[in-house]
């Protein structure tokens, strides 16, 4: 990571964040321009345009997954026994159960009705990712899965935004996950295009040049929870745009931020 | 939780979140008036005032403990061998590992050179919280512990906030912690005063009126993580304004946030 933008008077950007909440996308359902969709949304939002390099555009899981068809329909689903057992023993829909395990690399954790597993892309999280649509009054039947891969997802939207915009911004696919030990879902980065899932500071002086950071910032997690603090109470926003946040511009992977096993103590 | 607020149109709030770092808080002492340099920051800031209700004050923990004096001179510990032996293994300070163990109700890990205990107030972290210094050139011989009960210190801010401005703003301590399975730090809310850490939005319907939302927002732990995006490379901005989240006002404890033991998969 390069450090020579940090500036020893502290003065490193202006400290300042927005974030906006993109409205009135519609439905998302399989092969829509989703792109095309938050292009609109991006021209709609007062103040947004001209777009900036240093933004970074936020895009939930959920939309992503429906745009490239990552959906399953329950009713086509046969849950293996396993799947029986847990479901009428904690309340939940076997089908749905049979889909998580189907998308399991690993199961984490499957106990007190909690279904905790490593998915293929090593996101370890309930459920997998799988998640109940929101789409039209049957939904019931229908769940979506992560995308196949969510960092390509980002990289194909940012490279929409870029032709349409002539700015090249920083794409994040955002998925809400549970923590271990605290209660309630944050928002976290599942792919990410164009900006460094890490900041290391580690080694970087800090404002009185003496004290060195010891610190490596999550920032393209942080991004995401910054984001899901303007989506607000329901799903009508999903994406937004966040300015100011400045994390560093790499062609990476949100594989570079997750922890390989030998380091990982909660297996 | 009330859901009056949520608007079914989806237009609850306008879907911007704005934070604000504040600058020119100079190094912080044990005895100092950090609420009162608290206040004068965000007077220096353009724009802040006047202090709107639904603003959010994020204070980092690090100048909270610092002004409630709860930090330890290393010189002064006799580290036990469980700690020298630790820390000739890891090539890690044994004093520091000794007031780890000193401030932690339960060790949870202790392998590969990472200490992850619980602290007296129920969290889990990484070294317990226990941190080095920023303090002058000596530095290096001081640690600061988590404050005493954030929620009280979280509680003197408002206090004296209010009594300053005249507005009730809620306020947030915050810490940098690490997760499982994701590398780097994000930070999370130790201690809130006139606001609930999390906002229960299950059962609310959504924006097309039949769709139930199924969260529980962290809303707590991603103001303190958006409010981290806004402090950037350095820690000349311990603190910032996070405004537009509107998080659920309650007289809260950030111990609501917590799991019990009962429902804990990773102890």
Sequence with gaps: MPTADVDPAGSTGDG??????????????????????????????????????DDVLVVTQKIVSKAEGAIVDLTSIEPRPEAVAFAQRW??????????????????????????TETSHGFICANGGVDASNVGPDSGQIVTLLPVDPDASAAWIRRAIEARFGVDVPVIVSDSFGRPWRWGIVDVAIGVSGLAPLEDLRGVADHDGRVMRSTVRAVADEIASAAELAFGKTTARPAALVRGANPPRAEASMRDGLMSPEFDLFR
């Design 91 to 116: 309340d939940r829909d076997a089908r749905q159960v049979e889909v998580v395990l189907r998308e399991a690399r690993r199961v984490v954790r499957m106990a007190n009705g909690v279904l905790i």
């Design 16 to 53: 300042r964040l927005e974030v906006v909440a993109l409205a009135g996308i519609p439905e998302i359902r399989p092969g829509d321009d989703l792109a095309g969709e938050l292009g609109d949304a991006l021209e709609r939002s007062a103040g947004l345009l001209p777009l900036r390099p």
